[in-house]
């Protein structure tokens, strides 16, 4: 008598997913933490001119408003 055993291994792997802020404290946690990595020269020079498009119209859009 031959016994056969089939094991089935499945490894389940998630995309990381982006969920956008929805406080004021978040969306200020997240604008902190990006200062601190510019400061500490964590982000790449490369990647700090790929920022500024986004950073100018931000910074824009936040003088506008706080006025």
């Not at 792997?13 to 956008?20: C, D």
């Not at 982000?43 to 003088?63: E, N, W």
Request: aromatic share 6%; no cysteine.
């Amino acid at each position: 008598m031959e016994i056969v055993r089939t094991v089935t291994e499945v490894e389940v792997r998630s995309a990381p997913t982006f969920a956008s802020p929805s406080t004021a404290d978040h969306w200020s946690d997240l604008l902190l933490a990006l200062a601190g990595r510019l400061d500490r020269g964590l982000i790449y020079d490369r990647d700090v001119r790929k920022l500024l498009p986004a950073m100018t119209v931000l910074i824009g859009s936040f003088d506008r408003r706080a006025r």
